[in-house]
Structures are given as structure tokens and as C-alpha cells.
């Protein structure tokens, strides 16, 4: 059964990057859509980003695009989300997603991370 581990996450001021990483054991990514949720205190789940199976076609949210790059490490079986020009609104924990295909992905019967807490200071 494969299991995910997202990593990178901690506290960071406003105008800041970090860069999470999403880890899988028991089976590549190569062949799998994934994605990048986040849940933000007192609301719910919402997605960040995601990254085809094929070709690596990237889709972003609106409210991260320009800032965020979702990327294939295939290598190190790893896709990661680079997060630059941080703001306080981007405060959340950060879940992988793995899925068959992209419309997949955000369903609760898909695989998921247990989540990396991201802090944005002001």
C-alpha cells in the first residue's frame, strides 16, 4: 500500500519561500497524477496544485499562480512544491494527493499525506 510523506514545512516571514517535498513508498509517481491541497485554520480543504502523470501539464490555483511551482523529481521519487513571495494567507497545512489521473485528485478515496504544517508571519 503505497504511503505519502510531505516534508518542509515550518515557520517563515511574509515575502519568504520554502520548498515542500511529497515522498512515496510503495509505488512511483511516474504513473500517477499528484497534487497539493492545503487547509488553512477554520476552513476547508482547498487545492493549491497539480502535476499530470504525463508530460508533467501543471495547473495552479488562482491565489498561488506566479508564486508556486509544482515539480516531478523522478529520480528520488519525490514531487515538490516550491512556495516563493509567502504571505500570511498562505498559512495552512499542506497535503499531498496521489491519484490515477489529474480529475482524480481532492477525492477522499484517493491517497493521501498526512499533512506539513506551513506559518507565515507578518
Known amino acids: 500500500q503505497v504511503q505519502l510523506v510531505e516534508s518542509g514545512g515550518g515557520l517563515v516571514q511574509a515575502g519568504g519561500s520554502l520548498r515542500l517535498s511529497c515522498a512515496a513508498s510503495g509505488r512511483t509517481f511516474n504513473n500517477n497524477a499528484v497534487g497539493w491541497f492545503r487547509q488553512p485554520p477554520g476552513k476547508e480543504r482547498e487545492f493549491v496544485a497539480k502535476?499530470?502523470?504525463?508530460?508533467?501539464?501543471?495547473i495552479y490555483a488562482e491565489s498561488v499562480k506566479g508564486r508556486f511551482t509544482i515539480s516531478r523529481d523522478n529520480a528520488k521519487n519525490t514531487v515538490n512544491l516550491q512556495m516563493n513571495s509567502l504571505k500570511p494567507e498562505d498559512t495552512a497545512i499542506y497535503y499531498c494527493n496521489l491519484a490515477p489521473v489529474l480529475g482524480q485528485l481532492g477525492s477522499h478515496d484517493t491517497t493521501w499525506g498526512q499533512g506539513t504544517q506551513v506559518t507565515v508571519s507578518s
Open positions: 502535476i499530470s502523470r504525463f508530460y508533467s501539464n501543471t
